[in-house]
């Protein structure tokens, strides 16, 4: 398995070089030296790393596989935000880190032809398709590195390092909390990660591969700086925000050296492209997969007056990152402001989709609260930067993991509805309402035709549907298309009253699903009702149900009818079992459905 989980290392890696990784190397190497270089690195690899490993081992329990959606419910928007300032950081150190030094203002067209180029090969490639394709362009850009590190005139001696002042010490604890926390809202890991476990594989190995893999990539560049010439200090300049930025030390000491450097020169370039262009195209991807997933499951009214291809395209992630670019270029902004949130205003987000995933998977996250720890820290940050206040600098990113704490305080995941469910068959379930009603000894499938969230349940139900206690009560008031011929209700309606109240009752309990991709369906085993009273048109009814009992293999539905005088109309008992989708072989209770049943459980204590 290790051998076949290693070929997604290249892409990993590659999904990771992106502009932060593949430039600020060369910054923090030629400003601080090896403390510099292994202050970035450590962290950004071990982040990396450990991010295969806890989604290898919690994510079959949570059912990641089909559903990333779910997990990631309320992150929509920090994800896509993330990947907009993810591929602005690239395009804008390459084009000002490597471009601009060397052919000046063509830095702009041939960054415009770099990003339609990857996004045009990320639009007819799947992800399956960029493993092979980026192994191939790591093999090409490793071999442009190495030829142009053996042909760049160099000093032998690696410049010397500046102080290692406040500023330095400052930026060792955001590093470590941005980096070890980068990898969760980042679209291109989860879509590798749940593919490499799609396909039989270790997300364990693969990412312990990519990591140790991207750690000498950086390295590659972090070696650059030996080659630099006597003085290259002096192709520093300082930014708007008055420190030094050496991102572009390297290109620009090519171009000082004139033809001598020009091999080496166009080498790196090959280097930087792959780096470029197998982080945009990746991004490309990753984002198309998740817009297609979130849409589909959507209801928001505005994606019905949209056209689909309008909604799921991810063009308007280039789109915005080139309009942030340019802005950028235009004013000469520090790349260092750019990679600012992901120590400040994503930590928070970060830190609560990494709980929910290992702890918490059913609590939710407040984002505002997200949001205002996370502007606070990048504000404590810009203090403690601006003033040199290492110490304040070190505090800022610690700030936003106090969001934290409402999720702590939310129950963890139920021991019991783990315990029942063997890892194996929540692998291949997904959560799902689909339901089959059986006649006799013979199961007809039937289903939902869409899915129906707590929203849909308020407006489909009114006042009707709600809980008292373990029970679920639906308001019916009958009419003359309810009654026979002798005026009573025709005793057909109420199980149909029934079978509506369960239905309700299903979309409370288990909210999130999809019967395009669900790994079971609900079949019901056996229906009893007793007939007690009759009643007739205008006489409200009430129909209550609750889950009676359960075991490993069925559950047990209980219901009573009850009229408008209290009396008892009737009540009775259903027993559900559930089948795999492909086979219709009986499979135990899947776990999505413990865990909505669980507290409507008549003989469990309520708060279980």
Request: glycine share 10%.
């Amino acid at each position: 398995m290790w051998r076949r989980s290693l070929l997604w290392s290249p892409t990993i890696a590659l999904s990771w070089l992106w502009g932060l990784g593949f430039f600020y190397a060369i910054h923090v190497t030629f400003l601080y030296g090896l403390p510099g270089f292994l202050a970035f690195a450590l962290p950004n690899a071990l982040g990396l790393s450990l991010f295969g490993w806890i989604v290898d081992r919690f994510g079959p329990r949570l059912g990641l596989d089909a559903d990333f959606s779910r997990l990631s419910a309320g992150f929509g928007g920090v994800v896509l935000a993330y990947q907009i300032v993810a591929v602005t950081i690239t395009v804008y150190a390459f084009a000002t880190g490597y471009l601009q030094p060397l052919v000046g203002a063509l830095a702009i067209p041939i960054t415009l032809l770099i990003v339609l180029s990857a996004c045009a090969v990320g639009h007819v490639l799947r992800i399956q398709d960029l493993k092979a394709l980026h192994g191939a362009m790591l093999l090409l850009g490793v071999v442009a590195a190495l030829s142009a590190l053996r042909l760049m005139p160099r000093s032998g001696q690696l410049p010397a390092a500046l102080v290692l002042g406040p500023r330095f010490y400052g930026l060792i604890v955001p590093s470590l909390v941005g980096f070890l926390l980068g990898p969760w809202l980042d679209l291109q890991q989860w879509q590798r990660a749940l593919q490499i476990r799609r396909e039989g594989s270790s997300i364990t190995y693969a990412y312990a591969g990519g990591a140790a893999l991207f750690f000498c990539l950086i390295g590659i560049n972090a070696f650059f700086t030996v080659g630099l010439p006597a003085g290259a200090a002096s192709f520093l300049h300082p930014g708007i925000d008055g420190a030094v930025e050496a991102q572009s030390v390297l290109a620009a000491g090519m171009a000082s050296i004139g033809p001598a450097a020009t091999p080496a020169a166009w080498l790196f370039g090959i280097w930087a492209a792959v780096a470029v262009a197998s982080t945009l195209d990746s991004a490309y991807v990753a984002t198309r997969w998740y817009l297609v997933m979130a849409t589909n499951r959507s209801t928001n009214a505005v994606f019905a007056l949209l056209p689909k291809a309008l909604v799921q395209t991810p063009l308007w992630i280039p789109a915005a990152a080139l309009g942030i670019a340019a802005i950028g270029y235009r004013i000469a902004l520090p790349l260092m402001l750019m990679i600012a949130p992901f120590c400040s205003l994503f930590v928070g987000y970060a830190a609560c989709l990494l709980l929910k995933t290992t702890r918490r998977p059913a609590a939710t996250h407040d984002a505002m609260l997200c949001f205002l720890l996370g502007s606070g820290a990048a504000a404590g940050a810009a203090v403690g930067y601006y003033a040199q206040l290492s110490l304040v600098m070190a505090a800022a990113p610690l700030l936003p993991l106090l969001a934290l704490i409402p999720l702590l305080r939310q129950p963890a995941i139920d021991a019991t509805a783990e315990a029942a469910v063997p890892l194996e068959v929540s692998r291949r379930t997904t959560p799902s309402r689909a339901d089959a009603m059986t006649g006799g000894a013979t199961a007809t499938a039937t289903g939902y035709a869409g899915s129906t969230g707590a929203s849909e349940l308020s407006v489909a139900t009114g006042l009707n549907g709600r809980f008292d206690g373990h029970w679920f009560l639906y308001d019916v008031m009958p009419t003359y298309d309810d009654t026979n011929s002798v005026g009573n209700v025709y005793f057909a309606n109420y199980m149909r009253w029934v079978g509506k109240t369960r239905e309700l009752f299903f979309a409370k309990c288990v909210p999130d699903f999809d019967l395009k991709t669900t790994g079971f369906f609900i079949l019901t085993r056996d229906f009893y009702h007793k007939f007690i009273r009759e009643t007739r048109e205008f006489e409200a009814v009430m129909v209550r149900i609750r889950v009676g009992k359960h075991n490993r293999k069925f559950v047990t539905l209980e219901h009573e009818i009850h009229g408008a005088d209290g009396n008892l109309l009737g009540k009775g008992t259903q027993q559900l079992m559930f089948v795999d989708v492909a086979s219709y072989a009986l499979i135990d209770v899947p776990v999505d459905m413990l865990r909505g049943f669980i507290p409507y459980v008549s003989n469990v204590p309520a708060g279980l």
